[in-house]
């Protein structure tokens, strides 16, 4: 049967996902280049063009199943000034690029609602799908299971011979994130975790709103 409701939530959800993933691989690209490698400029990844970024499986599967991925920027860690800090700046560049889309979009929310201006229950839509997307996006990036952002930084912080064992858990990754998933890691760790950067959001939009 044809379901409308999700027809609206598909495309008022496109902002919001595309914003996501396009910001999240700029932002690695754009940290990249300025810690000294300019692989991601060589690539044509330092761009906010979708189409630079957008992996179609990755996209489909977010649509489908509320888990994907864009086309992973490739980095020379040996052109960084500072290799450590330039593994996990680039590392937390994407996320932080999620979690700033998603306050800067509820703060241009609450300017349209405090110069008395009521946004369409369309465009509402809009804009609390953007909020949630990059704020999931960005926590799910977090997760340290190779080869999300989580696990880069992490790596940073292990002994050389733990973190080479580490990287080799890359091989099981997907199968180990559908077992997170059946066990509902979105309901335990997601969800919780969403819910204090939303916390955090309203504290400092208070102090200006």
Known sequence: M???NNLVIFIAGLPGLLLALVLH???HARVAVAMGDFTPKLTGRLTLNPVAHIDIIGLIMLLV?????????MVNPRNFKDMRKGNIL?????????????????FIYNIFLSLGFMPSNGMYL??????????????????????LDGSKILLEFLPSEMAYKFIQVERYSFIILIALLVMRIDQYVLIPAANIIFALFDIILSFVF
């Open 2 to 4: 044809f379901d409308y």
């Open 25 to 27: 691989e700029y932002a």
């Open 65 to 73: 199943a509320h888990f994907g991925w864009a086309k992973p920027v």
């Open 90 to 106: 680039v590392a937390l560049a994407g996320p932080m690029a999620n979690f700033i889309v998603a306050f800067i979009t509820l």
């Open 126 to 147: 809009v804009f609390k799908l953007i909020v949630i997307y990059n704020v999931y996006f960005g926590i799910f990036n977090l997760i340290p299971l190779p080869p």
